[in-house]
């Protein structure tokens, strides 16, 4: 039975009508099985690893919302959509090939521009409708195929990510060292991506690729990224603890708070 479509204002026109169900990353990237998501509060007491059946929301098609206009996931979508998943293609296929733990520089065979806005329209459905008024040059820069160069408070990051769970984070301000970031975060097998707005990245291990937006939309590129594999146990922007930092630190702030120092 046909159920009726929801109806909101798009996250990148901002036009208000019926909407499209978004994959986030797109279908064909690996997006095509249920996933289940939750909350921070549900994460943490469920801890790294466990099993998660019965919690959190799960979601037969993929993981993905009702954000954009029917024009903006098509257009988007044809534009950028084969280019994006050719990319999580070869990422996928470096992890398995290097048993997930790539050592050394490994080429990469891509359309720099079309990679780049996908990732931003991801972006742009993840945070809310509100984003695109305040972001109109990012709205321009994903609506015009062959728009070149990110304005410079835009900076997007990039990760390889097979452990954990997936993000889906919209602006979060983290204090790191003194510093305040902004930031917006997305991961799911093979990559994670992070939007800084104004800010230095959350983390220095991320790689930068905010310079794919200085290629043509018909530019091809060969380049040699050598990328971090971080794990996104929490659903916290930023946190890439493994399991045990994760469960010492979590112990540790337990006994914290019931009153015993770690010199008991
Ligand atoms: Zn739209």
């Known amino acids: 039975m046909a159920r009726k479509r929801p109806e909101g204002n798009c996250h990148i026109c901002g036009e208000f009508g019926p909407l499209s169900f978004e994959h986030i990353p797109p279908k064909k990237a690996f997006n095509n099985r249920p996933v289940i998501s939750m909350d921070f509060n549900q994460a943490l007491e469920l801890g790294p690893n466990e099993p998660t059946k019965g919690k959190g929301n799960v979601q037969q098609k993929g993981m993905g919302t009702y954000t954009l206009c029917e024009r903006c996931n098509n257009l988007t979508g044809h534009w950028y959509g084969n280019r994006f998943v050719d990319w999580c293609y070869q990422g996928m296929n470096i992890l398995h090939r290097t048993n997930g733990s790539p050592t050394l520089f490994y080429m990469n065979y891509m359309f720099p521009l079309a990679i780049i806005k996908q990732i931003l329209v991801m972006f742009f459905s993840v945070n809310g409708s509100g984003f695109r008024n305040a972001n109109q040059e990012l709205v321009d820069f994903v609506l015009n195929r062959d728009a070149k160069y990110l304005p410079p408070k835009y900076r997007v990051f990039v990760y390889y990510n097979i452990e954990g769970k997936s993000r889906k984070i ?95």
């Open 170 to 264: 919209g602006p979060v301000v983290l204090w790191r060292s003194g510093q305040m970031h902004t930031v917006s975060e997305i991961s799911y097998p093979p990559f994670g991506y992070v939007l800084a707005l104004d800010s230095e990245p959350p983390d220095s291990q991320l790689f930068e690729i905010s310079h794919f937006a200085r290629f043509g939309y018909n530019e091809f590129a060969v380049m040699e990224l050598r990328l971090p594999v971080l794990p996104t146990h929490l659903m916290f922007p930023g946190d890439y603890r493994n399991e045990n930092e994760i469960r010492e630190q979590y112990a540790r702030s337990k006994r914290i708070a019931q009153g015993i120092s770690d010199n008991d």
